[in-house]
T-cell receptor, first 112, second 111 residues
């Protein structure tokens, strides 16, 4: 069974640009979560999507947004990039909100 | 008080040692609990779920203490390959559902 996949693996952008990160969940999983992990820090919850709807978001500005498609894949958009947005962005999926989450390998975003 | 707290360590133990980590949580409505391990610059991988009755998987034992609001992870007969950061996750019940990760506890197993 294929795991959670994310693309691209690495992304380099400059300040003010926009970044789009993509995630495909495990087959059968309808919940997708996005996290930010800055170097040396813990996972910070960004967004939770389930059945195509945004269910909750963490304490991040509105320039962090996303969506979930009918096939349950998801994309995260970060507008007006700032240097401090440089981090590993992790996507996870689960069968439902109370079930264990399985993570993709992440997208490492570098903002110059 | 942070929602989920872990001692960052590092815990530095010899091979074969037994080591235990705790994770405390503040929301009494918390519903489900998990332990993950994360290797350097990699994604977290599920280690085990934590059930009210406690559960064991080989050398690993997880327990939940709802009265004192903490979960624990015990690793017996530590291996060099157990060196990693161990994250606890707490999922809370209710409308504002946010899965909350602890900052992690670093374990270093040395020969």
């Amino acid at each position: 069974e294929a795991g959670v996949t994310q693309s691209p693996t690495h992304l380099i952008k400059t300040r003010g640009q926009q970044a789009t990160l993509r995630c495909s969940p495990i087959s059968g999983h309808t919940s997708v979560y996005w996290y930010q992990q800055a170097l040396g820090l813990g996972l910070q919850f960004l967004l939770w999507y389930d059945e195509g709807e945004e269910r909750n978001r963490g304490n991040f500005p509105p320039r962090f947004s996303g969506r979930q498609f009918p096939n349950y894949s998801s994309e995260l958009n970060v507008n007006a990039l700032e240097l401090e947005d440089s981090a590993l962005y992790l996507c996870a999926s689960s069968f439902s909100r109370d079930n264990e989450q399985f993570f993709g390998p992440g997208t490492r975003l570098t903002v110059l | 008080r942070k929602e989920v707290e872990q001692d960052p360590g590092p815990f530095n133990v010899p091979e074969g040692a037994t080591v235990a980590f705790n994770c405390t949580y503040s929301n009494s409505a918390s519903q489900s609990f998990f332990w993950y391990r994360q290797d350097c610059r990699k994604e977290p991988k599920l280690l085990m779920s934590v059930y009210s009755s406690g559960n064991e998987d080989g050398r690993f034992t997880a327990q939940l203490n709802r009265a004192s609001q903490y979960i624990s992870l015990l690793i017996r007969d530590s291996k060099l390959s157990d060196s990693a950061t161990y994250l606890c996750v707490v999922n809370s019940r209710g409308g504002s559902y946010i899965p909350t990760f602890g900052r992690g506890t670093s374990l270093i197993v040395h020969p």
